[in-house]
C-alpha cells in the first residue's frame, strides 16, 4: 500500500552540519575511525585508553579491535504480529539525487517528501568504494546527507492514502524537530529502532553503494512504515551544482569523521 500523507508539513530550511558521534545520539549512532587516516602503525598501549571506544590490541599486534562500536536492536518479540525475525545484510546502490536550484541564493535543495521508520530494529548503512577525501585527480568524492527526526510516542495522527481513506500513524515524525547531517566516506550510520529517517540521499557526481545490516520478519508494516507529506522542507546544499566537485561542501567536511 503507498504511504499515508500527513495532514499538515511545517516550513522548514535545514542546513546540513557534519556528522558526529555527540550530535548524531539522539537518532542512533555515528560510526567512524578514532584515528587519523596518515596513523600506520599500532599507537603505544599505554594510549588506548584515550580512544572511544577503548580498543585491544589483535591480529599479532598489527591491528586494533573497538567493540561494540554500534548496537544491533532487535525487538519483533514485541511486535503485533510476534513472528520472529532474523538478521538480514543487503547493498543498495544509491545514485546521486536531483536537486532544485535556487539561482538567486547561488545554492541547490534537496525537498524532504518521505520519511520511513523500522520500528522493531536498528538499520546500519556502511559506504563501500567511497573515500572521505578528494580522488587523485583533484575531485571531490559523493557525501550522502542523512536526514532524522524523532517520534512523537504515544500519539497518533490521522493521515490519508491516495484512495481517499484515512489511517492512523503511530508514533508519527515530528517534523519540527527534523535534522539534517552531511557524512562522508569515512563514516558510517546506524539508525536507531523507531527513528524516522529520509531513503539515503547521495550528493555528488557519481552513485555510492551501502552495506545494510538490520533484522526483517517479512510483516509489512512492522519491518518498514513510511510516510509523505506536502512541500515545505528543504535541505539546502551550497556551492552551486551540489555535483560533489568542491564549492560548499567542503565547509561540511568534519571529524574524520530505505526500505527493505
Not at 190 to 213: C, E, I, L, N, Q
Amino acid at each position: 500500500m503507498p504511504p499515508p500523507t500527513l495532514p499538515t508539513t511545517p516550513t522548514l530550511n535545514l542546513t546540513p552540519t557534519p556528522l558526529t558521534r555527540e550530535a548524531f545520539s539522539p537518532f542512533g549512532a555515528a560510526i567512524t575511525s578514532p584515528l587519523a587516516r596518515d596513523i600506520t602503525n599500532p599507537p603505544p598501549p599505554s594510549t588506548l585508553q584515550t580512544l572511544t571506544p577503548v580498543p585491544i590490541l589483535a591480529n599479532q599486534s598489527s591491528a586494533l579491535k573497538y567493540s561494540p562500536i554500534s548496537p544491533m536492536t532487535n525487538t519483533y518479540s514485541s511486535s503485533p504480529s510476534n513472528q520472529p525475525s532474523s538478521a538480514l545484510m543487503t547493498m543498495f546502490s544509491c545514485f546521486p539525487r536531483k536537486l532544485r536550484s535556487l539561482p538567486k541564493e547561488k545554492k541547490n535543495v534537496f525537498d524532504v517528501r518521505i520519511l520511513e521508520r523500522h520500528p522493531y530494529t536498528t538499520q546500519t548503512f556502511t559506504p563501500i568504494d567511497l573515500s572521505s577525501r578528494s580522488t587523485a585527480g583533484g575531485e571531490e568524492e559523493p557525501v550522502y546527507l542523512v536526514i532524522v527526526a524523532p517520534s512523537v510516542k504515544g500519539t497518533t495522527v490521522m493521515a490519508r492514502t491516495d484512495a481517499g481513506e484515512e489511517v492512523g500513524v503511530v508514533d508519527p515524525p515530528d517534523l519540527s524537530r527534523l535534522r539534517a547531517f552531511v557524512a562522508t566516506g569515512g563514516q558510517a550510520v546506524t539508525y536507531a529502532a523507531g527513528t524516522w529517517h529520509a531513503p539515503m540521499v547521495v550528493v555528488g557526481s557519481r552513485r555510492v553503494d551501502f552495506v545494510v545490516v538490520q533484522f526483517v520478519n517479512g510483516v509489512d508494516g512492522e519491518d518498514c512504515q513510511e510516510v509523505v507529506f506536502g512541500e515545505g522542507i528543504v535541505v539546502e546544499v551550497e556551492g552551486g551544482s551540489g555535483s560533489g566537485k568542491g564549492g560548499g561542501w567542503q565547509s561540511f567536511r568534519g571529524e574524520g569523521l530505505c526500505g527493505v
